[in-house]
């Protein structure tokens, strides 16, 4: 019997303001009030990484740094933020989204996709699908999800930011190229400054203007990827695909100091910080990654990024620090000061923990891992109890100089 085939429709998720919004859900003295989560009023270096919708009445936004957002809304609440506690419902929304589709593709903290072709006869039609999940997100988390309905991936994200916040979009399929036709090229979601640039440099000024050129014309002005790129968007983003993008998605971290740090005392205790926190977010979404990155900015701006792979998956704290260290002993430029230091995993995938438990033998780092798992497990029931690494237990002195820190991603 010949499988029914069904049109595409994906949901694109995207939670309004999430790390604020989390903060304000936990605090109720906060509801209302403008919250900007990022860093403390003196923190020299911080930047915002959340405001809340009260705050962004102010100018305030993310990326712009903490110093401009406090000379624009001085009675805002500033905050450094709790990013295990934002990892934690990230894991209770995406399990929320899993409920309504097999398939769910989370592409950040905060947003994800959601495949509802074929779901029609368990959830209704993709716009009462769209009502059911943001109902159940905003019951059991008190949080609210903007939503876009497309027959692309490409198109649905761009319509979840179309009402903002609490609001949902639906493009119906055939109307893909209008709705990308009447966006200003601001909103066309990878058009970047850069790119904006060169576009009205060339004399092109709208979307209309990008869909009247030739794809041979747009490559050679602007480079294959790019060219492909401009010609696919306008036309309803069919050919734009996030596939890869999700599949080799990332989850990263990285600390701004408030003062450059260059003795390797300070360096390893950061990246020793760094990777805890990275392993929390990884054990709360259940995933392995067998590449890891790292990111150095130094004092004069100028940043570099390395990688190093592996056969096996990092399975703990120590060995991701292990692994950081030796790809940045290998790349630092040796005496100059380091303003912001960062890691991550690429390639993340699910956890095959199962394959590690059922060896006989376990390794040196498996075991690690199921201490941590265990260590995990008890700050996850108590989030009160605190258990850290030795090189962690400085004096509050000591983490006021070197850690306190504007963004953690």
């Known amino acids: 019997m010949k499988a029914v085939e069904h049109e595409k429709v994906f949901l694109h998720a995207d939670l309004d303001a999430f790390f604020a919004s989390v903060e304000q859900h936990d605090h109720p003295e906060y509801r209302g009030r403008p919250v900007i989560v990022g860093g403390l009023p003196g923190d020299r270096r911080a930047v915002v990484s959340t405001a809340s919708y009260e705050a962004r009445k102010y100018g305030v936004h993310s990326a712009m740094p903490l110093a401009k957002a406090v000379s624009l809304c001085p009675d805002g609440i500033f905050l450094r933020g709790n990013h295990s506690r934002y990892a934690e419902v990230s894991h209770k929304i995406m399990e929320i989204f899993a409920e309504f589709s097999p398939t769910v593709i989370q592409m950040s903290i905060d947003e994800a996709f959601i495949d509802l072709t074929g779901t029609e006869r368990l959830f209704g039609p993709p716009l009462d699908a ?21 027959s692309t991936m490409y198109v649905a994200k761009i319509a979840s930011g179309h009402r903002k916040p609490d609001g949902i979009t639906l493009i119906e399929k055939g109307r893909e190229e209008e709705f990308m ?60 695909s996030f596939g890869e993008e999700a599949k080799n998605r990332s989850l990263s971290i990285e600390r701004t100091f408030e003062f450059d740090i260059n003795s390797m005392d300070a360096i390893e205790t950061a990246f020793m910080e760094l990777s805890e926190q990275l392993m929390w977010r990884m054990r709360i979404e259940n995933v392995q990654a067998r590449t890891v990155s790292i990111r150095i900015r130094y004092d ?6 390395a990688q190093e792979s592996s056969e096996n998956p990092v399975l703990n704290t120590d060995e991701l620090f292990e692994r950081c260290l030796r790809i940045f002993k290998r790349k630092y430029e040796k005496g100059k000061s380091i303003r912001l230091l960062g ?7 699910d956890d095959t923990e199962k394959k590690h438990q059922a060896e006989l033998f376990e390794t040196a780092p498996q075991k690690k891992a199921l201490v941590e798992k265990a260590i995990f497990e008890m700050e996850r029931k108590n989030p009160a109890l605190k258990i850290r690494k030795a090189r962690l237990l400085s004096t509050e002195e000591e983490q006021n100089t070197l850690f306190r820190h504007g963004r953690n991603d």
């Open 130 to 150: 769209a009502k059911k999940i943001k109902a159940k997100v905003k019951e059991e988390t008190g949080l609210t999800v903007s939503a876009g309905i497309a």
């Open 181 to 240: 036709l009447s966006l200003p090229l601001e909103k066309i979601w990878g058009i970047g400054q850069k790119t904006l640039s060169r576009l009205r440099n060339a004399g092109i000024f709208t979307a209309a203007d990008i869909h009247s050129k030739s794809l041979s014309l747009l490559t050679s002005v602007f480079g294959k990827g790019t060219g492909s790129f401009l010609y696919d968007a306008v036309r309803g983003g069919e050919k734009v």
């Open 300 to 305: 004069d701006f100028k940043s570099t990024t």
């Open 343 to 349: 890691i991550g995993f690429s390639g993340i995938e």
